[in-house]
C-alpha cells in the first residue's frame, strides 16, 4: 500500500488544444499541481529533505529553516511534518493568505517579512548563527538532481522520446537545470526554454533576479532561449488556461504557456512540453481570477 510520499511524482501530461490549430504541433501541460502538496517542489523539497536525512546531514533534532516565495515552503512543510522535523519558513509579506494558512497547517512556523531577498538574507543569517539548518533551495544540487530523476524522464517516457522544446519558469531555476541536463543526454537538439518576467512585472514563481541573488544552481549555458513575460499576458493566459482547458494553475502557468504558444507559431512540428508548475486555488485571495 502506498504511503503519501510514494504520490510524489508521475503527474500527467495533458495535450493542450484550444489555443492553436496547426494539428502537427502538439502543446502538453505536466500537471504538477496533481502532487500532494500541490505543486512541482514536491519533488524537490522530498529530494533535499531525503538527501540530508541519507547523507547525516540533519537529524530528527535539527531545526530546519528555508526562505520560499510559497511553493517550494508548502511542500517543504509537508515533508517535515511526514518526518517530524521542526521547521521555520520566511516568506515575502505580500504571499497570499492561503499559502501561510497552509503552511502553518502542516506545522510549520511562518515569519513574513518585506521582500525574497530580505528572506533569503535572514534565513542564511539565523542559519549562520542559531543553529539553523538552511536547506537553501537556490544553491542546493538537490533541487535539480530532483528534476533528473523524476520529472525529465517521465516527460521523455510519456512523449515517447518525442520532445522538441520544453518550457518552464524561473524561479529559483531547479526545475529547468535539472530538466535541461536529463534532456540534453537524451537528445541534445531539444530546445530548452525559460521563462522571467519583464522588468515591470510581477508573477508570482517567476524571478527577474538581481545579479547577487542569482541561485548559484543556475547555469545560463542551460538554457537555449529565455522568453520574458508580461503580467497582463501571464494573467490573460491563467484565465484562459481554466476557461477553455479546464486547468485551474497559477500565474507562472500561464506564463509558461504564453511562452509555449510563442514558439508554437514559430515552428511547422513538433512536441511543445510546458510546466504547469502547481494549483490556482492558493491564488483566490489575490485579484488572478477577478
Not at 540530508?52 to 515533508?79: F, H, P, V, W, Y
Not at 525574497?116 to 539565523?126: F, G, I, N, S
Not at 542546493?140 to 533528473?148: K, Q, V
Not at 512536441?271 to 494549483?279: H, P, Q
Request: glycine share 8%; proline share 4%.
Amino acid at each position: 500500500m502506498a504511503q503519501l510520499i510514494d504520490t510524489i511524482g508521475n503527474t500527467p501530461l495533458v495535450e493542450i488544444q484550444s489555443f492553436h490549430d496547426n494539428p502537427k504541433v502538439k502543446i502538453f501541460a505536466k500537471m504538477e499541481g496533481n502532487n500532494p502538496a500541490g505543486s512541482v517542489k514536491d519533488r524537490a523539497a522530498l529530494n533535499m529533505i531525503r538527501s540530508a536525512l541519507e547523507r547525516g546531514e540533519i537529524t530528527q533534532d535539527t531545526k530546519l529553516i528555508e526562505a520560499t516565495s510559497g511553493n517550494t515552503g508548502i511542500a517543504l512543510a509537508m515533508i517535515a511534518c511526514l518526518y517530524g522535523l521542526e521547521l521555520e519558513l520566511v516568506m515575502p509579506a505580500t504571499s497570499t493568505k492561503e499559502r501561510t494558512l497552509t503552511m502553518e497547517a502542516y506545522g510549520a512556523k511562518v515569519t513574513l517579512l518585506e521582500s525574497m531577498e530580505v528572506c533569503r538574507d535572514y534565513a542564511e543569517e539565523k542559519a549562520a548563527s542559531a543553529g539553523y539548518f538552511i536547506l537553501n533551495q537556490f544553491a542546493n544540487p538537490d533541487n535539480y538532481l530532483a528534476h533528473i530523476k523524476t520529472t525529465g524522464p517521465e516527460i521523455w517516457r510519456d512523449t515517447a522520446g518525442g520532445i522538441t522544446h520544453f518550457v518552464s519558469a524561473m524561479g529559483t531555476t531547479g526545475t529547468i537545470m535539472g530538466c535541461s541536463r536529463f534532456f540534453k543526454e537524451q537528445n541534445p537538439a531539444i530546445q530548452i526554454v525559460g521563462c522571467q518576467p519583464t522588468e515591470e512585472s510581477s508573477i508570482p514563481g517567476i524571478r527577474r533576479w538581481p545579479a547577487a541573488y542569482l541561485p548559484k544552481i543556475f547555469d545560463a549555458s542551460r538554457v537555449d532561449r529565455v522568453i520574458d513575460i508580461a503580467q497582463s499576458d501571464a494573467t490573460m493566459r491563467t484565465r484562459e488556461l481554466v476557461k477553455k482547458e479546464g486547468i485551474f494553475a497559477g500565474m507562472s502557468t500561464g506564463g509558461a504557456l504564453h511562452a509555449a504558444l510563442a514558439i508554437a507559431n514559430e515552428i511547422d512540428e513538433g512536441i511543445i512540453v510546458f510546466i504547469a508548475c502547481d494549483r490556482g486555488d492558493r491564488y483566490l485571495s489575490s485579484d488572478l481570477f477577478v
